[in-house]
């Protein structure tokens, strides 16, 4: 249905032009025809009056000027406002489309995002039934109900991170109210690597914290969302390797954080996308990371809140960059 209203749209906008082409040809002729008329009636009047003297002689006269100036004024008018309707329809086509385009994204992510919830709250919930039901229904010793234990514990934490981040989603539809706090940013980064080890337990994070950037006075919240969706992404996204590199400096100014990761990266074309609420890469049908979409969502949304600036590139040789500049006003 959409791709036919669609159709039917181009044939009508097509249909609009040709013709608007045909009426402009038309009254151009017409125009054409009015001044050849009027023309040779000047002439006829100007050799009876025995004026007319030479072709020359006659368009100097004032009356021919008059007229050779309404046709000229008229030439322009019919043209300028052609070309003013075609490039106002081109306009308003632009806008249908781009419109257009949003909603079928939107609609595209907003589907995958309810697939990839419904996956994303059952998976933990169903993993904590079969602990609670594999605790009470057999007989284990210390060792096996610790571990069943933590693994249950460890997808409650999922679920909680999850329903944090949806309620935080929706929370920043209006904007972010900082509370700044003086904290040490390199202690931040640690306490945050020791809980994404115990999610990843062969990854490898490391940690450049500069000197002069380790006390910043600034929204802690802020920064600790953005490093823990940051991080985290990064491990989830790197199959194979899983190595994240964490450096912030100090640039004049400016304060800087960049992420790098050795995953599968991210395609050029996907690039602007990857901070728009609900997108992820590639079909919820086809997907295998785990994901709602929002976490770079939240990211982009904090990172204007502290008034800083975020861009993503490759990383070398596989892996994506994300860079954050933060003003230097939050340093303290």
Not at 303 to 321: E, Q, R, W, Y
Request: glycine letters at 4%; hydrophobic letters at 40%.
């Amino acid at each position: 249905m959409n791709n036919r209203l669609r159709l039917l749209s181009y044939v009508v906008i097509a249909y609009m032009l040709l013709a608007f082409a045909w009426w402009t040809v038309l009254l151009n002729n017409k125009n054409e025809e009015a001044y050849q008329a009027r023309k040779d009636y000047l002439r006829i009047v100007a050799i009876a009056e025995d004026t007319y003297g030479s072709e020359e002689q006659f368009t100097l006269q004032e009356n021919y000027r008059e007229l050779k100036e309404r046709y000229d004024r008229r030439q322009f008018m019919i043209f300028g406002e052609s070309l003013v309707f075609v490039i106002s329809l081109f306009i308003g086509f632009w806008l249908i489309n781009k419109g257009y385009n949003g909603i079928i994204r939107n609609s595209r992510n907003k589907t995958n995002f309810l697939l990839s919830i419904s996956h994303e709250l059952k998976s933990p919930v169903a993993s904590v039934r079969l602990a609670l039901e594999t605790l009470l229904k057999r007989d284990l010793n210390g060792d096996q109900i610790k571990k069943i234990s933590r693994s249950a514990l460890s997808e409650n934490t999922r679920l909680s991170h999850l329903i944090d981040n949806l309620l935080l989603a929706a929370k920043l539809e209006e904007p972010y109210e900082l509370h700044p706090e003086k904290f040490n940013i390199e202690d931040l980064v640690h306490t945050i690597r020791l809980n994404e080890r115990l999610k990843f337990p062969d990854a490898i994070i490391d940690i450049d914290v500069a000197r002069d950037v380790r006390e910043i006075y600034t929204d802690k919240f802020a920064v600790q969302t953005i490093l823990i969706n940051l991080i985290g992404n990064a491990l989830k996204y790197s199959p194979d390797e899983k190595k994240v590199m964490v450096r912030i400096f100090k640039k004049p100014n400016q304060w800087v954080l960049t992420v790098a990761d050795c995953g599968m990266g991210i395609p050029d074309k996907e690039k602007d996308k990857v901070f728009d609420k609900f997108y992820r890469l590639g079909s919820e049908f086809t997907r295998k990371t785990k994901g709602t979409g929002l976490g770079l969502f939240i990211i982009s949304k904090m990172v204007k809140a502290l008034s800083g600036n975020i861009s993503v590139k490759d990383n070398d040789p596989t892996g994506t960059v994300f860079t954050i500049h933060f003003k230097n006003q939050v340093l303290k």
